[in-house]
């Protein structure tokens, strides 16, 4: 599972953890801050079929949903490796 961030400009998902667009370079931090990245959320279905469903601007939401927690502190106070 994997909780990824959609570009605002050209729409690719990608890793939330990158800090711009692996496409076209847009800015993530700066769009994150204005709240202009939707999130998704990647996970197998039981049956092996890959699935993506939106979590709209909501990280914690996705955060939730996938039981990850980036900054530590969290749902599970995880902290992961860079
Ligand atoms: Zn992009």
Do not use: H
């Amino acid at each position: 599972m994997g909780v990824l961030a959609q570009c605002p400009v050209c729409k690719t998902r990608q890793s939330v953890k990158k800090k711009v667009c692996k496409r076209c370079g847009e800015d993530f931090d700066k769009a994150k801050a204005a709240k202009r990245v939707n999130y998704w959320i990647s996970y197998r279905l039981p049956s092996g079929k890959q699935k993506q469903e939106a979590v709209r601007d909501s990280i914690e939401d996705a955060r939730a949903a996938d039981g990850w927690d980036c900054r530590g502190g969290g749902i599970r106070g995880d902290v992961p490796r860079a």
